[in-house]
């Protein structure tokens, strides 16, 4: 039975004993991948470094360079503990009602004894309550400044400051 000519071509080009490669010492050159890098941000992540005008997205690094990455559609944001419980629950209230402050209890006594008194005086027959106005607190250091707002009417207290305020010391010398 002869060789059919597939097998026969196969037989003159396969390597022969002894003989040396026509390839020897040459370095096969492989393709390379484009130098796009895709990366697949979270959702907050996305908004901040993918800007759109003229419907094109570009693309900003975190120092706001142009980068030539390739950005993938967001992942949802990665939630944790701490996410899970740091919202109020109540959608109704300012967010920052919901946070932890430091405060001294005798100034808060204070800040609602004296604002109750004068809001009965300026308004006696208003039946508001009187809340933290989360929007107006200030922030001073780890102490906070507030003032109470009435529900009912609108009344605003004078603020007060929730901390006890240091006497400051200057060296001599």
Request: glycine fraction near 6%.
């Amino acid at each position: 039975m002869g060789l059919s000519k597939r097998r026969a071509h196969l037989r003159k080009a396969w390597f022969k004993k002894g003989c040396v490669s026509p390839k020897k010492g040459q370095t096969v050159a492989f393709p390379t991948v484009a130098d796009n890098e895709f990366v697949r941000f979270e959702k907050k992540s996305f908004d901040r470094r993918v800007h759109t005008s003229n419907n094109v997205l570009t693309f900003k690094d975190t120092d706001g360079t142009d980068t030539t990455v390739s950005a993938l559609r967001p992942r949802p944001n990665a939630s944790n503990v701490v996410d899970e419980y740091s919202g109020c629950g109540d959608e109704s209230l300012y967010p920052d009602l919901c946070t932890n402050k430091l405060m001294v209890q005798a100034k808060v006594q204070a800040l609602f004894y004296s604002s109750f008194k004068e809001h009965r005086q300026d308004k006696p027959n208003c039946e508001g309550d009187l809340n933290f106005d989360a929007a107006y607190s200030i922030k001073w250091g780890l102490g906070w400044r507030e003032l109470l707002k009435c529900t009912k009417c609108s009344c605003m207290c004078d603020y007060h400051n929730l901390y006890e305020e240091v006497e400051n010391k200057k060296r001599s010398g």
